[in-house]
């Protein structure tokens, strides 16, 4: 037991300090928590006697554990679209946290269904357990992003940059709302903190339904409500997406850098924060990433947009997993029909 904590410790820990923003660490990081909630489940407390029987008590624990987290949740979930709904107003991306609720709603009421109802047909629990493993692993994907996501987002930065480049996040007609703003005032904050003397990157393209560019109202913001003198703020205002934001801003920051070398740090909302560096590793940016507040009622379902956004990025590694999953409950199906 103990070699195998400190094996994965280790790998966890070479993956960690080597490269921060890589999507392997999360998983490393996921497989380190399972192991140590096995070990735990595994404890005498649940199983015991050496025939390995587990009790009634492990058995009340595990069989209810699982459909109170997925009622719990479920009513988590709906109330936070319900206030998402009545602060951010009535759009389909408000609901995405409601759909994973009535998820969980579902998987619980099958759950106590097939395991409570005595039900006999082998093809009704193998079906089950075909639902379980996807919810499953969609679980263990989610929980282990958000830990992984926690603790970069807490990993301190112990360089001084030369650039600071803030992300856009869109406008209200020429206007900057809160939550770009926020991330506009953290990096005001880190340009203080290093004495004034990096530049900051404003990135953001112009949207449709947008009077002028990202860039050009992020700057305006800075300079009008911190008095930061112009020449220290550099726009890039070609950009629609982070991905882009990272590209352009790179080319920006060569160009200005004039063939010296250079760090950088990228200032984004905290739920933003391990996704956006990850496309600034596919940038080839040396840069960390700082977090900005976030209104905590806007954070769950923020960040399950980000976890959707991360499974589209590496998507053929999960459909892979999920045909996977798809082939061995086949076999299992075609073993009793």
Sequence with gaps: MISTSLLLISIFLLLYITEKRRFLNTVVLGLLGLYFFSTVIS???????????????????????????????????????????????????????????????????????VIFANIEHEIWHILFFYAFL????????????????????????????????????????????????????EAVKQFQKYGERPYIIVSGGQG???????????????????????QKVLMEDQSTNTEQN????????????????????????????????IYAKKAKLDAQGVGSKTAFY????????????????YKWIHVTVFLFITLFIGLILRAYV
């Design 43 to 113: 404890h005498p407390v649940f199983l015991p006697n050496e025939q390995g029987i587990v009790s009634k008590m492990g058995i009340v624990i595990i069989l209810g554990s699982f459909p109170s987290i997925m009622f719990a949740l479920s009513i988590a979930t709906f109330f936070n679209s319900k206030v998402l709904l009545e602060k951010e107003g009535r759009k389909v991306r408000n609901l995405m946290l409601a759909v994973f609720g009535l998820s969980f709603f579902i998987m619980m009421i099958w759950y106590v269904f």
């Design 134 to 185: 996807v919810f499953g692993y969609t679980m263990f994907l989610y929980t282990s992003i958000m830990a992984y996501a926690t603790l970069y987002h807490f990993t301190p930065i112990f360089y001084e940059p030369n650039y600071i480049i803030a992300l856009g996040s869109g406008l209200i007609g020429d206007k900057v709302p809160p939550l770009l703003a926020s991330r506009l005032d």
């Design 298 to 313: 806007y954070v769950p379902n923020a960040f399950t947009r980000e976890f959707i956004g991360l499974l589209e990025m």
């Design 208 to 230: 449709h339904d947008e009077k002028v560019s990202e860039a050009y109202a992020m700057k305006k913001y800075i300079v009008d409500e911190h008095q930061i003198p112009a």
């Design 246 to 277: 990272m590209a352009f801003s790179k080319k920006i920051m060569d160009k200005h850098a004039q063939g010296k070398k250079y760090r950088s740090l990228f200032v984004t909302n905290n739920f933003h924060v391990f996704r956006a560096s």
